[in-house]
Each structure stands twice: as structure tokens, then as C-alpha cells.
């Protein structure tokens, strides 16, 4: 099959490092179509170059792994939205989860809407904040991932601090979302289709004295910081197994409302002391390289990297079976007599 693996390709603001972490992922998905008999073929998009497209509309397969433009997160959205036109089978979610969830609010609001428990949430307008929003409270940019802006001041214990965070968040971006925190423990649920993936927990037993406990932009980005030892990963979760079923049915129904089963993806959530699940997001299109979470989901379900890349591509070829045979129950392909 011949397949176009689809990749930012940066610009020249980019860091040597900025690169190798995209061709990281690139090359290793490349190995692993290579050695399942495939033709896989690397094409970068650029801002303002449609080249890609051209590439992408002639093979049998695109293997999505663009996240944005010259880094930027937000025409990842226009990359799938176009890749769906093409009628090209591509691997991971469609435009419209990937577009929803940029927008923490937006993506709150349908969850919410969808019946789930999503932990009280506010869009911090003009610094305006509800007098009597519960306490305490996480403050987080709404059109951002990966934990930016997210450090050890995001929770906040009093309307003093909250306010102070916000005014300072405001500083850097345009929309900030207040939302209730849970404490408890924090779990990831992974999906490829309609498939649950064995569930993950992140574990912040050794989490510096005095932090919260939450996943901040040093856990997950300053390799060996007291932040990264402090946020350790355990899969599969060590729980009751009434919790993990809770846990597993919310997520189920999160990934359903959000992405339609479809692509792959990583549930996040927090279960209160009450064992009450809490959607924290849902993340369409996570990061798929082979020391990232969904990866080691698919270690425990007994999968190695090229598996867990083979399965993103059926996923993707049974989905493309699924349209083209209910395009054809529709469309008669000969006229009755
Ligand atoms: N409502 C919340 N209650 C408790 N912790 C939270 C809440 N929201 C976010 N967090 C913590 O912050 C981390 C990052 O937040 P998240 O909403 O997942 O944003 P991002 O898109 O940056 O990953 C989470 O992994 C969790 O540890
Ligand atoms: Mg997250």
C-alpha cells in the first residue's frame, strides 16, 4: 500500500530539538509500515504550500501525524478538515473532534451537554468570576494542550489567589478556563475505534512536598525535573475493579460523544473521594510515539510498536470499508429496469 506519512515540517524558528522530536515519531512509524510490506513515503506540510496535498490525493493511505503548522496547533485542524475532503483514507480523527477540542470550553460545554461529569467550569471574562465558584479551582488556557501554562500556582485555594492567577493568565492568553479541581487520582483511558485500551494511571506519590498534585508543563516536558519523577505512569492501573469499570464506562461514553468511536484517542479523568469519575478532557490524535502514553497502553494489551501502528491503520481501513459500503447501500450502482 502506498502510504504518505503527513508531518509538520517546521520552519526556520524551529530548534534542532523541535525537529528531532517530530522525526522521531516520523521515522519510527515509517519502520514499522516499511516492515509490514508497505511503501511509506514522508511528506512535510508548510504554511502556504499546498504540495502536500497533491501527494497525499494519490495514495492509498495517509498516516496523519500532523499536528499543526510551523507549530502552530491550530491548522491541524484545517489539515484534517482537508484531508477529509480528499475522500483519502487518513488515520486518527476527524476534523470535527480535532476542532472541538482546541477549545477546552466548547469541548466541556458537549460533554456536559452529552450527560457526562464534567468538573464546574467557567470562561474567565474580563477577569469576572462567579462569587460563589467552588474552591479550590484550576486555572488553564482554553485553546492550549500539553499542560502549557499549567504550573505549581494553577490551583488556587482562595478568591485572592484565583484572581491574582487569572489576571496574570490573561497576560498570556486570550481565553483562560476556570474549572473546579478534583483531587484524587488521575487515570487515562486510550481508544483506537471502539476499542478500550488497558487503563493508565499517573501516580504522584513522589510529587515534591507542597505541590499539587497535577500533571504541570515540567512533568511533562522537563525530563528528570522533581515535577517529571513526581508524575509516574503505571499501566495497567492498579485499582478495584469497580472503580476501573466506572472509570472505563465514563471514558467510553466521553470518546462516543467527542469522537464517535472513531481514530484514536486518550481519555483523561479523576475520580473523587466519593469514586466519582471526572472527565478532565478528551484528546483526539494524541501523541503516538513509542515512549508516549498511548504506546504503553498498547504494550499492556500485549501489543509492540509496530502492532499498535498497525492497528491505527486498520482502524482506518475498516472505517473507509464502513463509508464506501454505506455510500453504495444508498446509491444504487445500476438503474432498475
Ligand atoms: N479540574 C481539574 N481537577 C484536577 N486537576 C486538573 C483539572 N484539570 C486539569 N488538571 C490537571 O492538569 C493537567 C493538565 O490539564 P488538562 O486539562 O489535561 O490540559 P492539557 O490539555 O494541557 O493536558 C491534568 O493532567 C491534571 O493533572
Ligand atoms: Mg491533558
Known amino acids: 500500500m502506498r502510504a504518505v506519512i503527513l508531518y509538520d515540517g517546521g520552519s526556520d524558528e524551529w530548534s534542532a530539538q523541535d525537529v528531532a522530536a517530530v522525526m522521531a515519531n516520523v521515522r519510527e512509524v515509517r519502520t514499522a509500515l516499511r516492515r509490514a510490506g508497505h511503501e511509506p513515503v514522508l511528506v512535510p506540510v508548510h504554511l502556504g504550500d499546498f504540495r502536500w496535498l497533491t501527494r497525499a490525493r494519490k495514495a492509498d493511505l495517509v498516516f496523519n501525524l500532523c499536528e499543526g503548522i510551523n507549530g502552530k496547533a491550530r491548522y491541524e485542524d484545517f489539515v484534517v478538515g482537508t484531508l477529509e475532503l480528499t475522500g483519502v483514507p487518513f488515520t486518527g480523527c476527524r476534523h470535527w473532534p480535532i476542532a472541538v477540542c482546541h477549545r477546552k470550553y466548547v469541548a466541556n460545554t458537549l460533554l456536559a451537554a452529552g450527560g457526562l461529569p464534567v468538573p464546574a467550569f467557567t470562561l474567565a471574562q474580563g477577569n469576572k468570576i462567579p462569587a460563589d465558584f467552588p474552591l479550590p479551582a484550576i486555572?488553564?488556557?482554553?485553546?492550549?494542550?500539553?499542560?502549557?501554562?499549567?504550573?505549581?500556582?494553577?490551583?488556587?485555594?482562595?478568591?485572592?489567589?484565583?484572581?491574582?492567577?487569572?489576571?496574570?493568565?490573561?497576560?498570556?492568553?486570550?481565553?483562560?478556563?476556570?474549572?473546579?479541581?478534583?483531587?484524587?487520582?488521575?487515570?487515562?483511558?486510550?481508544?483506537?475505534?471502539?476499542?478500550?485500551?488497558?487503563?493508565?494511571?499517573?501516580?504522584?506519590?513522589?510529587?515534591?512536598?507542597?505541590?499539587?498534585?497535577?500533571?504541570?508543563?515540567?512533568?511533562?516536558?522537563?525530563?528528570?525535573?522533581?515535577?517529571?519523577?513526581?508524575?509516574?505512569?503505571?499501566?495497567?492501573?492498579?485499582?478495584?475493579?469497580?472503580?476501573?469499570?466506572?472509570?472505563?464506562?465514563?471514558?467510553?461514553?466521553?470518546?462516543?460523544?467527542?469522537?464517535?468511536?472513531?481514530?484514536?484517542?486518550?481519555?483523561?479523568?479523576?475520580?473523587?473521594?466519593?469514586?466519582?469519575?471526572?472527565?478532565?478532557?478528551?484528546?483526539?490524535?494524541?501523541?503516538?510515539?513509542?515512549?508516549?502514553?498511548?504506546?504503553r497502553m498498547g504494550r499492556a494489551a500485549g501489543w509492540n510498536y509496530d502492532e499498535l501502528v498497525l492497528q491505527v491503520v486498520e482502524e482506518t481501513l475498516n472505517r473507509a470499508r464502513r463509508a464506501s459500503a454505506a455510500a453504495a447501500a444508498q446509491v444504487p450502482s445500476s438503474i432498475p429496469a
Open 139 to 295: 486555572v488553564k488556557p482554553n485553546a492550549e494542550d500539553a499542560s502549557v501554562g499549567i504550573d505549581r500556582d494553577a490551583v488556587c485555594a482562595t478568591r485572592r489567589a484565583l484572581r491574582k492567577r487569572v489576571a496574570t493568565m490573561l497576560e498570556h492568553f486570550d481565553e483562560v478556563l476556570v474549572q473546579a479541581y478534583i483531587g484524587g487520582r488521575e487515570f487515562n483511558v486510550g481508544f483506537i475505534g471502539d476499542r478500550m485500551l488497558p487503563i493508565s494511571e499517573i501516580r504522584f506519590d513522589r510529587m515534591p512536598e507542597g505541590s499539587w498534585p497535577i500533571v504541570t508543563y515540567a512533568a511533562k516536558w522537563h525530563a528528570g525535573s522533581a515535577e517529571d519523577m513526581g508524575t509516574q505512569p503505571v499501566c495497567p492501573a492498579q485499582a478495584p475493579s469497580d472503580m476501573l469499570r466506572r472509570i472505563g464506562a465514563v471514558a467510553r461514553h466521553a470518546w462516543h460523544v467527542m469522537a464517535n468511536d472513531e481514530g484514536y484517542g486518550r481519555v483523561d479523568l479523576r475520580v473523587d473521594e466519593q469514586g466519582q469519575p471526572w472527565i478532565l478532557e478528551v484528546n483526539p490524535c494524541p501523541d503516538l510515539s513509542s515512549d508516549a502514553g498511548l504506546a
